[in-house]
């Protein structure tokens, strides 16, 4: 699997990078919390982040002053596993070089998508990395280099609308897309070989689970 660049044209249906934000202090704060080596930890807020002054400034510019949350993605991760999407963008920062498996909502077809039209995209340490609402993610993956060295971990802030990935709401199912709501604004597409479709989630994903580490 060919990994392109989040600054490459090929990124900008998926996202793009944001600019203007000093996140020195986030990046520091986000080192010191939790970061498994042998699988992913996700909290969708976290105080110590929450508490810095670009936590305003997030929600004041890049959301246009609605509620968000400031959490974090660590750990170790090559697969794809799921993609989901939420109602609002989701920026990623990470304090070292990471990968992004992204597709498109458009992907989906009768319900499935095959897993070939997902693209890798590398950010680098400290990229501010905003993912449009139509753009499919999961966890991130770790930085994989020209000559296969995958590294050890990852350290990634996650900035959300507030209150995303928490609790699952209550609803009656009315239409397909009910179906796939996996958590509070959080609709989710499995693989069959994730853990996620052993505790599940539907499974939307076809082909094979994209494993970076044998790209």
Known sequence: MKIKSVFSKSFAKYGKVLTGYDVTDLLKKLEATNCPKDSVVYEPGDA?????????????????????????????????????????????????????????????????????????????????????ETTLHYAPCCNVTDDGKVSETFHVAIVLPKDTNTAKPELTVRDFEDKLLWARNKWLLAHPDSSEAKQGAFIGLTGKNIDIANK
């Not at 090559?78 to 070089?97: F, M, Q, V, Y």
């Open 48 to 132: 110590s982040l929450e508490g810095l002054p670009i936590f305003k400034e997030f929600s004041d510019g890049a959301y246009g002053g609605m509620p968000i949350q400031i959490g974090y993605c660590n750990g170790h991760n090559t697969k794809l596993n799921c993609l989901e999407w939420h109602r609002g963008s989701e920026l990623n920062i990470p304090t070292t070089d990471m990968i992004l498996l992204v597709a498109t909502i458009s992907d989906i077809k009768k319900g499935k998508l095959n897993t070939e039209t997902v693209q890798a995209f590398r950010a680098p340490a400290g990229t501010i990395v905003q993912v449009y």
